[in-house]
T-cell receptor, first 113, second 116 residues
């Protein structure tokens, strides 16, 4: 199972602030993902990466951006937070050699006031 | 268009009994299916998966059944324990393994409550 970490776990911030959500994994997985989930709803893919310098937008449109400069690190940035960005953000990773099982971090609960 | 559906928002069972969670899908290209368990304010935990070449996969108390003709899968938990109380998500993807892109499509989740 992957060791995958997200910080911060909880973040309350005012409108207009720039934020970066951190995600790191120690298993050397090549694929990484960001999902957004609202209470009682399914997870929606917002960004994914197949390796260093590879990033793609997911199925759900998001104003956030991501980068993949190192294999183990996949941060998500919001340049100007708004209340509509309030949600839980989940990071995941997977190893192609073992199929499509994704392993998730603990998530970041973001609240924008 | 929701390609993966969990039509039961919640399920309540007695400790020691069987829990059966259901999931339907519409995309016939899906060939790999997974079940995740999620507690509030935590990330999903992988439970069990099944490839489309199989119709059953077991791991301890957890068994997943796949009926491709009906585009239906189910998760059986026997015996159910109070610690199993959580939200359960099914997920599906295409092109399992190898150079697949591994994008998962999730259902809405089913809240399982196991009473002592």
């Amino acid at each position: 199972e992957a060791d995958i970490y997200q910080t911060p776990r909880y973040l309350v911030i005012g409108t207009g602030k720039k934020i970066t959500l951190e995600c790191s994994q120690t298993m050397g997985h090549d694929k990484m993902y960001w999902y957004q989930q609202d209470p009682g709803m399914e997870l929606h893919l917002i960004h994914y990466s197949y390796g260093v310098n590879s990033t793609e937008k997911g199925d759900l449109s998001s104003e956030s951006t991501v980068s993949r400069i190192r294999t183990e690190h996949f941060p998500l940035t919001l340049e100007s937070a708004r209340p509509s960005h309030t949600s839980q953000y989940l990071c995941a990773s997977s190893d192609s050699a073992w199929g499509d099982t994704q392993y998730f971090g603990p998530g970041t609960r973001l609240t924008v006031l | 268009d929701q390609q993966v559906k969990q039509n039961s928002p919640s399920l309540s069972v007695q400790e020691g009994r069987i829990s059966i969670l259901n999931c339907d899908y519409t995309n016939s290209m899906f060939d790999y299916f997974l079940w995740y368990k999620k507690y509030p304010a935590e990330g999903p935990t992988f439970l069990i998966s099944i490839s489309s070449i199989k119709d059953k996969n077991e791991d301890g108390r957890f068994t997943v059944f796949l009926n491709k003709s009906a585009k239906h899968l189910s998760l059986h938990i026997v015996p159910s324990q109070p610690g199993d109380s959580a939200v359960y998500f099914c997920a599906a993807s295409t092109n399992a393994g190898g150079t697949s892109y591994g994008k998962l499509t999730f259902g809405q989740g089913t809240i399982l409550t196991v009473h002592p």
